[in-house]
């Protein structure tokens, strides 16, 4: 049970594994100023750096749960520099069935929403580990602009127009689950840029370090398309966000 490699590659250098700052993910702390004696849980969390990050500036403790040898390791190895890793845990699972031992102030899924099979399906699999009053955490893309064409839906890895929602209508979906919205931090270009940009670099740096690799021709042909596309389509047209909510 573990990540294909290519993910690993494309993100090897990637401290948050989705089109979010560091800066942004410290905004999005603030915003919600979790006290000390908060406990976190983190669906699919990658390298833990949302974790491992607020343990240090917010005193919280928690588990993070991902699939991926590789992102734990890059977890723990992050708890420790910052000097929590006697705050925080790390569980090699699926996240799409885990629930906490004992309920959490903050349930959290940045960016990977399925494991819950979309959206509504990743709320109900954290509202089964979420304190009454608690908060959820969706990190979830959007249409920043409507696709015109079936080409620019395929061009930002989607198979349908109907996979994302615009911003909007993703906000009066959350809404239909039951949850109130009551802060959000969105993406912008600069931060997918950042985000898209990097994987080229890893890419090509492993590309040159393992050339007869039965990956490199894959790895590749992505790196041939990928900046194109994401000039073309992605950077244009898909949104992203963190979106906090509370169970009404």
């Known amino acids: 049970m573990d990540l294909p490699r290519s993910f690993t590659v494309r993100e090897s250098s990637h401290r948050l594994c989705n089109p979010f700052t560091s800066e942004k993910l410290v905004t999005l702390g603030q ?14 969390c990658g390298k833990g750096e949302m974790l491992c990050t607020w343990a240090r500036d917010h005193g919280v403790s928690g588990t993070g749960v991902d699939i991926s040898t590789v992102f734990l390791d890059a977890a723990r190895a ?16 699926d996240a799409s069935g885990y629930v906490a031992d004992h309920p959490v102030g903050i349930a959290a899924c940045v960016g990977a929403t399925w494991i819950g ?18 908060m959820m955490l969706i990190g979830e893309p959007f249409w920043r602009r409507e696709p015109q064409n079936q080409e620019t839906v395929e061009g930002c890895r989607m198979v349908a127009k109907d996979d994302l929602l615009p ?32 994987q080229w670099l890893n890419i090509r740096r492993w590309l040159d370090a393992n050339p007869d690799d039965e990956l490199a021709d894959e790895m ?14 992605q950077r244009e047209y898909l949104g992203w966000g963190v979106f906090v909510l509370m169970n009404r």
Do not use: K
Request: aromatic share 6%; hydrophobic share 50%.
């Open 220 to 233: 590749r042909a992505e790196l041939l398309a990928a900046p194109v596309r994401h000039a073309r389509y």
């Open 167 to 198: 911003l909007p209508e993703l906000l009066e979906r959350f809404g239909a689950l039951d949850c109130d919205v009551v802060e959000m931090v969105l993406a912008d270009q600069d931060s997918w840029d950042r985000y898209a940009a990097a």
């Open 117 to 134: 099979a979309g959206v509504a399906g990743t709320v109900e699999l954290l509202r089964r580990s979420l304190l009454p009053g608690g």
């Open 31 to 44: 915003a919600i100023s979790p006290s000390p004696d908060t406990r976190v849980l983190d669906l699919a």
């Open 78 to 93: 992050r708890a420790s520099a910052l000097n929590v890793a006697d705050q925080v845990g790390f569980v090699h699972a």
